[in-house]
């Protein structure tokens, strides 16, 4: 019996999840490497880095003082907070770019609209100049609209924000750390500043531009002539600007989104589709002494009651699920092979019953699979590939020679796959020992069916309950569910920089788009008159598309190599992206095009389509 001394609250612990907190026992064989983590608090004056290189010292001196223990045991010390955070830095990296991108090509975008709406009112301040309001006060003027757009948007963005949150969270993989964003006090201050201050910095040119331009050449215009030169270069430098930025966020968004498609196929060595896990407990029993059950005949008749469900492909016992790289660490001794030095990585220990790797649809490359008399098989042992590369490199076929670890001694009749449930967990030298050497109190049952888990899950346990009374059914687990899990972050990851890339690639064509209109609207006249002396439309639409095609290419262009200069980065925080893959830039570049054609097609189209005589007379 175990004494409960205390209660401690159930809101505020680390780690997470923890039902029972048990002392810990050096005596007692511990799991997961062996690995210790402990809390302490730094004295005052102390700093993070200091105390990292104590803690190493005080391992180093272990090793020294007890190789043959502590040989392999090193130390380091990181912020607690960097614990608790260091699963979602990554996604709010993500959105802290794409929003910071976004931000920009949609101030860019207002930018050109009030270029526009300047142009729009070229008379109008023509003739208030004329009558003699100061240029000053029109520049304050300008800038105090673009101070209200940006109050309003401001507002409205908060709002929105409150309600996309929500959203996003639905969407968001099982983090608790992301469950406590919420719109505050804080983040609406900021998001208003950021809005207002947005709309100070981009609309100050054009509010610049407007308080400079020559009135008399505005009245001999008669409101046909618009911003020119200088005018109409900086509108073309805003598009293409927005076209850069929107051209690097798809290319990253697409290098991502083929990353995620890596990670989903990625081979863990078994097959998780069909393939369930029942975490059971058949202890020792209860049973009199002329009852009894040794633990092997339980086992067995495990098995073969739920072998004999006609939902049920293949089953097999396991001491550790796939989805996670654990198992008992033991050093290993192999016939006319040197004894393990302290270099080289210990074995894990995993305990299975025949059909485990046939259930798991994990591959047996070399020898075969456990026998079903389970005398042989215990004086048998089967190896993954990684432990034949670790321990018998050039030493020829591993099959037949003599292996013993802590727990158990055999030959090796088999060589399995590698199992490695992540793309950033390698695989490991495993040793798979049989259960009629290692008797288990509790194990997984693994078992393969082709029918919907929700059917077979109740079949499985009320035939271990028949046979078995005494078990104690714990937990399911649906292999393809877990292993969806596992991605959820990148899958959420790639969700939103791709929703951010869509909406860039809008911008970017809303921008080609009021870009082309402005510029038409700008040069009617011209186009009237040029139609009247017998030019074509198409000679018409050709020129203007050229000067289109020019801005969006030279975009185009910038926004690759900014890609490209921005893929260190992007590397470091997600494992995998190449973003300079030619294929992927000329996609991107391509749908680029085709989308800023489509957008600068509309206001030709109307443009040429009006009479010579009508455009002359606007």
Do not use: C
């Not at 809390?39 to 007890?66: C, K």
């Not at 930018?111 to 709406?117: F, I, N, Q």
């Not at 201050?189 to 531009?209: D, H, M, N, Y």
């Amino acid at each position: 019996a175990i004494e409960i001394v205390g209660v401690l609250p159930g809101d505020r612990l680390y780690p997470t999840g923890v039902d029972v907190w048990r002392p810990l026992d050096p005596r007692v064989e511990q799991d997961e490497d062996r690995e210790v983590v402990g809390l302490a608090r730094l004295a005052d004056g102390v700093s993070m880095e200091t105390a990292a290189v104590e803690v190493s010292a005080i391992a180093h001196r272990q090793a020294e003082r007890h190789p043959g223990s502590h040989g392999s045991v090193s130390a380091w010390v990181q912020p607690l907070q960097l614990t608790l955070v260091g699963d979602v830095r990554t996604t709010l990296l993500a959105f802290l770019g794409s929003v910071g991108v976004l931000l920009s090509i949609v101030g860019l975008n207002i930018a050109h609209l009030l270029l526009a709406r300047a142009r729009d009112r070229t008379h109008e301040t023509a003739v208030r100049i004329s009558m003699g309001i100061t240029r000053g006060r029109l520049f304050r003027m300008h800038l105090v609209e673009s101070l209200v757009l940006g109050l309003l948007a401001g507002a409205l963005g908060i709002g929105l924000g409150r309600l996309a949150l929500g959203a996003a969270l639905r969407l968001a993989p099982d983090l608790s750390q992301l469950a406590t964003i919420d719109v505050d006090l804080r983040v609406a201050l900021v998001g208003g500043g950021t809005s207002v201050l947005a709309g100070l910095i981009f609309g100050f040119v054009p509010a610049l531009r407007t308080a400079a331009q020559d009135p008399k050449m505005a009245l001999s215009a008669g409101g046909r002539g618009g911003l020119r030169g200088p005018g109409r270069r900086f509108g073309s430098f805003l598009v293409t600007t927005e076209v850069a930025l929107s051209t690097a966020l798809v290319v990253l968004a697409v290098a991502l989104a083929g990353t995620f498609r890596s990670v989903l196929n990625y081979d863990r060595g078994f097959e998780a589709d069909g393939l369930i896990a029942f975490d059971i407990d058949v202890g020792h029993g209860s049973h009199d002494a002329e009852t009894e059950i040794d633990p092997q005949n339980r086992l067995t008749r495990l098995l073969d009651a739920v072998g004999r469900l006609p939902t049920v492909a293949g089953l097999g016992f396991t001491s550790h699920p796939l989805t996670e790289q654990r198992g008992l660490q033991v050093e290993v001794r192999i016939d006319g092979v040197a004894p393990t030095s302290g270099a080289r990585e210990p074995a894990t220990t995993r305990i299975v019953s025949e059909g485990f790797f046939g259930a798991a649809r994990i591959a047996v490359v070399e020898g075969r699979d456990f026998s079903d008399d389970w005398e042989l098989s215990a004086g048998e042992i089967v190896v993954n590939e990684h432990f034949v590369r670790t321990f018998l490199s050039g030493a020829g076929s591993p099959l037949g020679r003599a292996v013993q670890t802590d727990w158990a001694e055999g030959r090796v009749v088999g060589v399995v796959a590698d199992v490695s449930p992540a793309v950033d967990e390698p695989a490991r030298p495993i040793v798979y020992l049989h259960l009629a050497q290692v008797p288990l109190g509790g194990s997984l049952l693994m078992v393969r069916s082709p029918a919907v888990p929700a059917a077979v899950v109740p079949e499985v346990w009320q035939a271990i309950q028949e046979v078995d009374p005494e078990v104690i059914p714990r937990e399911t687990e649906v292999l393809a569910t877990s292993v969806r899990g596992s991605v959820a972050a990148e899958r959420f990851n790639m969700t939103v920089v791709g929703a951010f890339a869509a909406l860039a690639l809008l911008l970017a064509a809303l921008g080609i788009f009021g870009m082309t209109t402005h510029a038409v609207a700008a040069r009617r006249h011209e186009i009237g008159l040029r139609r009247a002396l017998g030019a074509s439309p198409r000679r018409v639409v050709g020129e203007v598309m050229r000067s289109t095609a020019g801005i969006v290419a030279l975009g185009a262009v910038l926004g690759v190599l900014g890609a490209v200069f921005a893929g260190g980065l992007v590397e470091s925080l997600f494992v995998g992206v190449e973003p300079s893959d030619p294929r992927l830039v000329a996609a991107v570049v391509a749908v680029l095009v085709a989308i800023a054609a489509l957008a600068a097609a509309l206001p030709i189209r109307r443009a040429v389509q009006v009479e010579p005589t009508e455009a002359l007379r606007m």
